[in-house]
Nanobody
C-alpha cells in the first residue's frame, strides 16, 4: 500500500525559502516516478517537478520554477523533498506529492498519470 504524507508548508514572505517533505511508504526506490504538483484556488493542478523512475536521478521542472526549486529524494528515509527558494506570490498553492508507475513522461505532467497522492500541504507567499 502506497502512502504519501506531505509536510513543511507554511506562510512565508516573497523571496523566502521553504522545504517541503513527502514521507513515502510502500514506494520502491527507483520504481516510481515521483512528482510535486500544486493547485491554487480556481486553477488546475499543475506539475511542478518530477524525479524520474529508474536510478539515473533525472529530474524535470516547470519553466515557472526552474532555477528556484529542486526535487530530491532521501532513499534511506523514504522521503521526497521540494526545496523552494526565491518564492513569489504566484507560488502560493496547495502542494501535493504524487507517485506513478505509468507516467507517460509527457510535459507538462498529466495528474491523471499519477495514481497515488498525498493530502497536500499549504504554501502561502505574501508580497
Amino acid at each position: 500500500l502506497v502512502q504519501l504524507v506531505e509536510s513543511g508548508g507554511e506562510s512565508v514572505q516573497a523571496g523566502g525559502s521553504l522545504r517541503l517533505s513527502c514521507a513515502a511508504s510502500g514506494v520502491t526506490y527507483g520504481r516510481y516516478n515521483m512528482g510535486w504538483f500544486r493547485q491554487a484556488p480556481g486553477k488546475e493542478r499543475e506539475g511542478v517537478a518530477v524525479l524520474y523512475s529508474g536510478l539515473s536521478g533525472t529530474t524535470n521542472y516547470a519553466d515557472s520554477v526552474k532555477g528556484r526549486f529542486t526535487i530530491s529524494q532521501n532513499n534511506a528515509k523514504n522521503t521526497l523533498y521540494l526545496q523552494m527558494k526565491s518564492l513569489k506570490p504566484e507560488d502560493a498553492a496547495m502542494y501535493y506529492c504524487a507517485a506513478s508507475l505509468y507516467w507517460r513522461r509527457t510535459w507538462p505532467m498529466d495528474p491523471a498519470d499519477f495514481g497515488y497522492w498525498g493530502q497536500g500541504t499549504q504554501v502561502t507567499v505574501s508580497s
